[in-house]
């Protein structure tokens, strides 16, 4: 550890946040600016019969009017990932327009845009489009989707499967295995759907320079580079160094911000159409509309057993939504993000899963924080809670039972599971002896039952989960279907004075990479945080990027910067060896400077930049500059894991789940800064909590979402939520620079089933084994009278 | 229509159509884009500033109501560059991730401190009540807060 890392720094880019002098998207004006507003279709499902846009068009300031039957309508985005049939068929992957002209297939989908010199003249125009529609029957639900006579999706294929997929062992050999278990625990129910909702909507500037014949677009985006990518090369068709991205301040995203969206491109078609820049922001009612959400799994599943509680098999079928089109990310949420991880932290000898993802009339399913890993832990965590209760045994001790031993990586191998992974490093035992001893768990069970004399529900519920982040090698993903590499980019420039300049392809929209990047690098060279700028975010910057997610940004991206940096004072040896007349391996560097081992004679990171880039007395046939650029390809992914812990009340009247308490015990490998990373654990920990007890996104027969707005939808504020307990052990990683693991998506991961089982627990005596998700008053209520 | 008003002390007069909201009127008349805006149904805070010595939700609040008031906004609560003891201590403690809806978060600290100096845990949390965070879990903006009130009591 030197002086930074390790620390919990202060962040450096909380000055222009607390002053309200970020740059969001929105806050950007730009001269002659025109503004947007789309026309949406209020049906899930119908037939476009005719747009009409004769007389919006001679509403005061409309610039122009786009349909479906302009030249956009022959665009559509791209999916990114391809995951086929079992069969072998193709994966069936729908043209999905930026404008639709004849088939509407989710609530909110776009068949218009008006361009106006205000927003509130391109509103009104807007209102002024008459559409006729047919309205046609929708279907919602996934399982429902893949019945018999569902209303098809899209028409060209028979049924509305876009893919089905399996993983793990022989179906047969697990059924047999199940067939003669000790015990068999079975689940049915549905990982709902939920909204991201980051709190900034998204914001798209498109700016198009006739004379330059370039575009700059300026996106609330995670990822930049990959937006540029499929904009030029898979929807407009237009030259990628013409176009530059720009994405600076972005009020977080959860993945809801990872993809490329049909307004962006459509954005940037407008721009040249009409030679000017032209803004769209999407409200609050749009975000639930057009946003992509999250989860929508419905999952039947059995766990063997053995008499001693081992589990001998687990065998699990899910329906996955994937919406009405293909999202860039959408089929490798439920597959190679979810099955991946049916391991858990146990060693389950046989394994399988078998997943029918459906196309449905809603808006697209892709990542939200966590991806598919969520949907594995909520699963594993719970169904092992149940066999407990059903099977006699404390929850704590059937987790024990079943734990992978402890290995490190390095002396120990990985662990490989059943389901295509190898684990990197682990010790699942130590966070939750940890977690216990946070608890106090022995004194709890004396206070729950004391509690219940007095008719006061309390119940704790544990979770004891492991994600795989640091997404990813390339070729593995390659193998699996990604049609990109996820490798990051990291370029370190030293400038002639010594000061640092990082160019970065990890994306920060709340993660704080100024500070942690600037803190490791630092370290690593000896010098002072205020001699290290990191730069993201603008594709003419940096070379080349994947973007964040999937908490990946210190184990990818930080990895890729390293590398350069060891580029660096590689290249700065020789320079030094030279200006000190001494072999290169007889220099050792530390704290800012080479020194010829043994004596006192050194040279400062600073003058040897500015030797490199004064190259007079210099030695022969080296390059001037300290400049690398270098690109990190993951060998494997990494492995987080934790115990957490909810202690809950419920109120026997209104049957209202008040949490008490919530304890996070998290290895997330190396910590570079704890307070981000407890920051990390905290809000993910909410937005779990919110989806075991608040949050679903509802649809009506007919298609509609019935709550979208802030409103109706219930995200957590803050009286719903206790103080989080956290503390960690640290597992390093093996396989990357700085040891690190991840931990954007640990908190989101873990706490889901830990409320759900707690609130399970509490409920237990009354005979309560399962409750459906949120767990609302009225559903507590109605398991309480049964 | 003609308002006149005081924004973090400085004197405006425009002339604005009825149905402007005040944060838009902040946000592209004012240039004063520190006031978020995140929803549209005044359920997420992120506008909040404070009128007349009052949080107010100023997406709920047409422009024309706020004529002759004195308003201020996240830009005009730092003395100069000294920042008000709220903005350290939200710096201090990590009450902030991405940091949009921290303005309309310290415009409501403000509120809540002002009308009472030593808010206990649970006052603090109900005073927050209108305002969403998605990142930061609440947990640092509660403590964030508690601070701000010692260092402001002190
Ligand atoms: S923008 Fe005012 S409350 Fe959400
Ligand atoms: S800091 Fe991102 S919404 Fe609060």
Known sequence: MGKFVGKAVKRREDARFLKGAGTYTDDIKLPKMAHTAFVRSPYAHANVLSIDIEEAKNEPGVIAIYTGNDACGEFGVPCGWQVDFKNGETMREPAHPLLTKDKIRHVGEAVAIVVAETLEQARDAAEMVMVDYEELLAVTDPKQAMEAGAPLVHDQWEDNAAFDWCIGNDRAEVEAALESAHHVTEMEYRNHRVAPNAIEPRSYIADYDVNADKWTLYTSTQNPHLIRLLLCAFVLGIPEHKVRVVSKDVGGGFGSKIYHYTEEALLTWISREIGRPVKWTSDRSEAFMTDAHGRDHVVKSKMGFDKDGKIVAHLTDEYCAMGAYLSTFAPAVPTYLHGTLFQGVYTTPLIHLNVIAPFTHTVVVDAYRGAGRPEATYLLERIISKAAKEMGMDPAEIRFKNFIPPFDGVEEAGYQTQVALQYDSGDYHGVLERGLEMLGYEDFRKEQAKAREYGKLLGVGFSSYIEGCGIAPSAVVGALGARAGLYEVGHVRVQPTGKVSVFTGAHSHGQGHETVFAQFVADKLGIEMDDVEIEHGDTDQVAFGMGTYGSRSLAVGGSAIIKSIDKILEKGAKIAAHKLEAAEEDLEYAEGKWTVKGTDKSISFGDVSLTAYVPHDYPEGLEPGLDFSSFYDPSNFTYPFGTHIAVVEVDSDTGKVDVKRFIACDDVGNVMNPMIVDGQIHGGVVQGIGQALLEEVVFDEAGQMINASYMDYAMPRADDIPMIETDRTVTPCPHNPLGVKGAGEAGCIGSTPAVVNAVVDALAHLGVTDIQMPVTPQRVWKAMQN | ?154
Do not use: W
């Open chain 2, 1 to 154: 229509m003609q308002i006149t008003l005081t924004v973090n002390g400085k004197q405006y007069s425009n002339d604005i159509e009825p149905r402007m909201s005040l944060t838009q009127y902040l946000r592209e008349v004012l240039d004063l884009t520190g006031t978020h805006v995140g929803c549209d149904t005044s359920g997420c805070g992120a506008c909040t500033v404070s009128l007349n010595g009052a949080a107010v939700k100023s997406c709920t609040l047409l422009a024309v109501q706020a004529d002759g008031g004195e308003l201020t906004t996240i830009e005009g609560m730092a003395n100069g560059n000294e920042m008000h003891p709220i903005q350290k201590a939200f710096k201090e403690h990590h009450g902030l991730q991405c940091g949009f809806c921290t303005p309309g978060m310290v415009m409501t600290a403000a509120n809540i401190l002002k009308d009472n100096p030593n808010p206990s845990e649970e006052e603090i949390r109900h005073g927050l009540e209108g305002n969403f965070c998605r990142c930061t879990g609440y947990h640092n903006i509660v403590k964030s807060i508690q601070h701000a009130a010692e260092e402001i009591n002190n």
